[in-house]
């Protein structure tokens, strides 16, 4: 027992691990906040320089990166409807109305405050019950991941705010968008019509700066004149009847933050999907409707996106298995360092575990800190005159989806589904089912065809599958229920019910 105390304070009492973290975190939020820039290449990047560093080091400086670049996109996302990251995405739905209120100031300070709070119960849970949680990821077949995905694409009945059939074009065409290229299971391209630049696939972040970055620039060429909205931003602490009266929100919304970051190859993009939707359908009486400023849609995907960041060590510390692309970047950290994670991490050099959750509770502080100065400078952004703020919009789109691979395609690439974005908005449908479609097309795809492939290619043992198995049945279930609860005959009944 004092040994992990000992191990857990070590970044803590030693001043330059104690410099590493900050520095890391305070860089992780700024590259968090720059559309394409994300903390999964800014990890790849860091692996070359601290290879030679002592292992502490660079986990330090690893760990404050990706705590802070998890928040950082929420920046950009609130003011100009930009996410930084995909896990900020969901953010963007009500936090850029938020701003758009003058309300961006609070909006960011508590989003600040419930993202350390959701990181904080991920790190507690890691903690706590790491051996239990990875046993449970253990227990997921492909199936699973394929029903997981099914109630991904799902959400789309609560992100079609307008709509449910624009929803589902939208989702149906990201699905699309996100088969583009080689396929993953038998290398066959698909969707590229003998294009060798489409053989790679269309980056979701590629669709994502388009779509909400560059469509949003041409859609505030219809407001060029009019007036910026001030913020408010002589309050950005939230007040404790805040925090408390969103707290039982940000402890169901971690917990699910947790449990999806614990899934191998996952992640926090689609645990803050899931979260917006569970707050979306258990909260009756939002502060706003959900879409045009609601505080709950903000708290949720928030908490969520950093829980998730937890639950993604779960499986890398006690499997060797990644929880999402920057814990597989870790992986190959540790074992650069000598270290071989998995089962024997805790046995043979237990102090990386405690040194780990360690770091991360400091993390999350200085995240506080570093998230609660500087807002009226942001919050300043949203500010500028549109003839200044669509050219910086257009700039920052065009330098995050370059840095991708360094190649001008990405960017026509961003430049077109910019204009695509821009009618679809027109033509007011939403975006998010389309990011969600990119995202989780291709999980549901590959893994329905493993899953497919375990029963011999046949249909009927695979649906009994999804029957006899204990959690695929869990799953099932929860896959009819929500589909029932986003059908049109459940509308036409409440409707009947009502007059």
Not at 142 to 168: C, K, M, N, Q
Not at 238 to 260: A, D
Not at 262 to 271: C, N
């Amino acid at each position: 027992m004092a040994d992990s105390v000992s191990y857990f304070l070590m970044a803590w009492l030693d001043p330059s691990l104690l410099m590493l973290t900050a520095i890391g975190t305070l860089a992780g939020i700024y590259v968090g906040a720059i559309p394409g820039l994300s903390v999964t290449m800014a990890t790849s990047i860091l692996i070359s320089f601290t290879f030679s560093w002592d292992v502490n080091d660079a986990l330090a400086l690893i760990v404050g990166i990706y705590t802070g670049g998890v928040y950082g996109g929420s920046r950009t996302a609130i003011l100009l409807n930009i996410p930084g990251a995909p896990s900020s995405v969901a953010t963007s739905f009500d936090g850029y109305p938020l701003a758009q209120k003058g309300e961006a100031g609070q909006a960011i300070g508590l989003s600040t405050v419930m993202s350390v709070i959701g990181g904080l119960i991920g790190v507690a849970v890691l903690a706590s019950v790491a051996p239990y949680l990875s046993d449970m990821a253990l227990q997921f077949a492909p199936r699973d991941y394929f029903l997981i995905a099914v109630l991904g694409l799902l959400l789309v009945g609560s992100l079609a705010t307008e709509s449910l059939s624009r929803g589902i074009f939208a989702a149906a065409l990201g699905a699309v968008i996100g088969l583009v290229g080689l396929d993953q299971v038998t290398a066959t391209p698909r969707f590229t019509m003998g294009s060798m630049q489409l053989m790679g696939g269309i980056h979701y972040v590629v669709v994502m700066i388009g779509m909400f970055g560059v469509a949003e620039a041409f859609f505030q060429l219809h407001q060029l004149n009019a007036q910026p909205v001030r913020q408010k931003v002589d309050k950005i602490v939230p007040s404790l009847h805040l925090v408390l009266k969103f707290f039982p929100l940000s402890i169901r919304t971690s917990v699910i933050g947790v449990i999806v970051g614990a899934l191998p190859g996952t992640g926090g993009d689609i645990a803050s999907l899931f979260a917006y939707d569970h707050a979306k359908r258990s909260i009756k009486k939002p502060s706003r409707p959900f879409g045009t400023g609601a505080y709950e849609g903000l708290v949720a995907p928030e908490t969520a996106n950093n829980a998730a960041v937890g639950g993604a060590y779960v499986p890398m510390l006690t499997l060797g298995m990644p929880g999402d692309a920057v814990t597989a970047i870790i992986i190959g950290a540790l074992v650069i360092h000598g270290l071989n994670p998995g089962p024997m991490l805790m046995i043979e050099a237990p102090h990386i575990f405690w040194f780990t959750v360690g770091n991360l509770v400091l993390a999350n502080i200085f995240l506080l800190i570093f998230g609660l100065t500087g807002i009226k400078v942001f919050a300043k952004v949203v500010e500028l005159p549109k003839a200044i703020l669509i050219p910086l919009i257009l700039v920052l789109c065009v330098v995050g989806s370059y840095s991708l691979n360094s190649s001008m395609t990405e960017v026509y690439w961003m430049l077109g589904f910019g204009v695509l974005g821009y009618f679809m908005k027109i033509f007011r449908f939403q975006m998010g089912p389309v990011i969600l479609g990119v995202i989780l097309g291709p999980l549901m795809d590959k893994t329905y065809r493993q899953a497919m492939s375990s029963v011999g290619d046949d249909t009927g043992s695979f649906l009994l599958s999804l029957v006899t198995n204990p959690l695929s049945l869990v799953l099932t279930m929860a896959v009819v229920l929500l589909l029932l609860s986003n059908t049109p005959l459940k509308r036409v009944l409440l409707r009947h019910h009502q007059t």
